[in-house]
């Protein structure tokens, strides 16, 4: 939950690319890549705004924040009015890193 003074757009996408920049570092660790991203903002009015991307065996951190911010431009249009409450990025269809001989 983001607390009230957190919940425009501005602040929220930025809290949106924070959670994205440690899904990414965690990726990398264990050697996965992303097949996937679901992205999902709940609205205070209890809405629910939702998207998915599928991606091409991703687990870099600027290749994933612009497939983030195209879902987040898409699922806002650009609105700078609404009150998100909850912020969920889920990046989903892992696969294991090859070695590469």
């Not at 919940?7 to 990414?24: F, M, P």
Request: glycine share 2%; proline share 2%; with cysteine.
């Amino acid at each position: 939950m983001l607390p009230p003074e957190m919940r425009n757009s501005e602040n929220t996408y930025d809290v949106a690319r924070k959670l994205l920049l440690t899904a990414t570092s965690r990726l990398r660790e264990k050697e996965f890549y992303a097949n996937g991203m679901n992205l999902e903002l709940s609205l205070a009015n209890k809405s629910i705004l939702k998207n998915y991307q599928k991606l091409n065996s991703l687990c870099d951190d600027f290749s994933l924040g612009g497939k983030m911010k195209f879902m987040w431009h898409s699922l806002t249009n650009n609105q700078t009015n609404l009150n998100i409450k909850k912020i969920s990025i889920t990046l989903v269809n892992l696969t294991k890193q090859k070695m590469i001989s």
